[in-house]
C-alpha cells in the first residue's frame, strides 16, 4: 500500500485533554479561591472536632481514626516566610502561637526572631503577627 | 445591643512611639480606607476594631504583663467574647459579600485581641489571599494549621497560595492532606473533589 493511499488524518491544535479545564486555567493561578470561604467555614470545624466513629468507640479510639498530619506537611506548616513584608511579622507570630517563648523553638527562623528583642517579640507575639518591630525602632 | 467599649483613652499619643509601630500594609491600608457598613451593628464593630488595630501596639505594651500570663488583649480590655464571636460572624459575612478590606479589619481585630483560633487566623488569610497577598495569606494558612493541623481549609487554600508563589511540590503535599482529610466524609465532597482537582491538574505543573 502507498502512502499516498492512506486516509488523511486530521489533528485538531487546540486539543482538550478531558482532566485539565483549559478555559478555567486561570482559576488555577488566580489570587481567588476556587473554593468559597462558606466550603469551609462550617465543615472546617467538625472536621477538626468529629470523626466518623460508631457511638460504642472510645474517645481514644476516636483520636486514633484521625490521620496523622505527614512528615512534609508537618515540615511546610512550621517554615514560614523570611521574605517579604510581611516575613517579620510571620516570624514573631511563631513565637507566640507555637508558646515556646520560654523556650527554643524547633523553627530555627523563630529562634532567629527570638533573637532580635525578647521584650519587644514578647509584646508583638501578642498581636496575632499583623504587626512587627520596626527596622528604626530603638529599645526604650 | 453590643455593650462592649473599648477605653482607649488611656493610651498616652506619646506612648505609640515604641518599637511596633510598622502594621501590615494591607491592614494599614483598609483602617485609612475608614471602612463603613450599611448595617448598624457591622458598622459599630468596624469603629471598635479599628480604634483597638490602631492602639493594639501601645495596649499590648501597657498590658504586658498581664498577656505573660495568658490573659487575652480582649479579656484585658474587658471585650466580651460574644462581641469578638459577632465580629468573627461579620467577618465572615463581609467575606462573603467580598468586602474584604473590612473583613480584614474585623478578623485582624479578632485575631490580635482574642485567643488563638485556628478559624481566626484563616479568616485573615484569606482576606489577605483575596486582597492579593499569597505570601502573607500562606503564612497565616501555616499558623492555622499549627494550631489545627486537621484544618481542612486551611490545607487547601495554603496549597493553592504555594502553587501560586511557584512552589508545586509543598502545593501538591497540601492538596494531598487534603484528600486525605475528606476522605470518607460526604459532607466534604466538595472540596476532596476541589483538591483532588488540583492534583490532577498538578500533573501539567512544571
Redesign the interface.
Known amino acids: 500500500m502507498s502512502v499516498a493511499s492512506l486516509p488523511q488524518v486530521s489533528i485538531k491544535k487546540n486539543t482538550q485533554f478531558p482532566?485539565?479545564d483549559n478555559e478555567d486555567d486561570s482559576s488555577?493561578?488566580?489570587?481567588?479561591?476556587?473554593?468559597?470561604?462558606?466550603?469551609?467555614?462550617s465543615?472546617?470545624?467538625?472536621?477538626?472536632t468529629s470523626v466518623?466513629v460508631s457511638d460504642t468507640d472510645s474517645s481514644s479510639d476516636q483520636a486514633n481514626t484521625?490521620?496523622s498530619?505527614?512528615k512534609?506537611?508537618?515540615y511546610?506548616?512550621?517554615?514560614?516566610?523570611a521574605?517579604?513584608?510581611?516575613?517579620?511579622?510571620?516570624l514573631i507570630?511563631?513565637g507566640?502561637?507555637?508558646m515556646t517563648l520560654d523556650k527554643p523553638s524547633a523553627n530555627p527562623i523563630a529562634n532567629g526572631a527570638m533573637l532580635l528583642?525578647g521584650?519587644?517579640l514578647?509584646?508583638?507575639s501578642?498581636?496575632?503577627?499583623?504587626?512587627?518591630?520596626?527596622?528604626q525602632?530603638?529599645?526604650? | 445591643m453590643l455593650t462592649c467599649g473599648v477605653n482607649t483613652a488611656h493610651v498616652s499619643p506619646t506612648h505609640s512611639s515604641h518599637q511596633l509601630r510598622a502594621m501590615h500594609p494591607l491592614l494599614a491600608s483598609a483602617l485609612r480606607s475608614s471602612c463603613h457598613h450599611p448595617q448598624p451593628e457591622i458598622d459599630r464593630l468596624l469603629d471598635q476594631a479599628q480604634q483597638t488595630l490602631e492602639a493594639a501596639p501601645a495596649l499590648t505594651e501597657q498590658f504586658a504583663a498581664e498577656l505573660i500570663t495568658g490573659k487575652s488583649l480582649a479579656q484585658c480590655l474587658d471585650i466580651s467574647d460574644r462581641v469578638l464571636e459577632k465580629s468573627y460572624q461579620a467577618a465572615c459575612q463581609l467575606v462573603n459579600e467580598e468586602e474584604f478590606q473590612a473583613a480584614l479589619i474585623l478578623s485582624s481585630f479578632v485575631l490580635v485581641a482574642g485567643h488563638r483560633e485556628a478559624r481566626f487566623t484563616f479568616k485573615v488569610a484569606s482576606c489577605l489571599q483575596h486582597l492579593g497577598d499569597a505570601t502573607s495569606a500562606a503564612d497565616f494558612y501555616k499558623l492555622s494549621l499549627q494550631i489545627d493541623h486537621h484544618h481542612m481549609g486551611a490545607a487547601y487554600r495554603l496549597g493553592e497560595c504555594l502553587h501560586r508563589l511557584g512552589d508545586q511540590e509543598q502545593a501538591r503535599h497540601l492538596f494531598a492532606w487534603t484528600v486525605e482529610l475528606a476522605r470518607g466524609n460526604f459532607a466534604f465532597r466538595k472540596i476532596q473533589a476541589a483538591a483532588e482537582s488540583q492534583l490532577s491538574r498538578s500533573l501539567m505543573w512544571p
Open positions: 482532566m485539565v488555577v493561578i488566580s489570587t481567588n479561591s476556587s473554593l468559597s470561604d462558606d466550603e469551609f467555614d465543615k472546617t470545624e467538625s472536621a477538626s466518623n484521625r490521620p498530619c505527614p512534609p506537611v508537618h511546610i506548616i512550621n517554615t514560614l516566610s521574605v517579604g513584608t510581611f516575613g517579620g511579622l510571620a507570630t511563631t507566640g502561637m507555637g528583642s521584650g519587644a514578647l509584646t508583638a501578642f498581636l496575632g503577627g499583623l504587626y512587627h518591630l520596626s527596622a525602632g530603638p529599645a526604650e
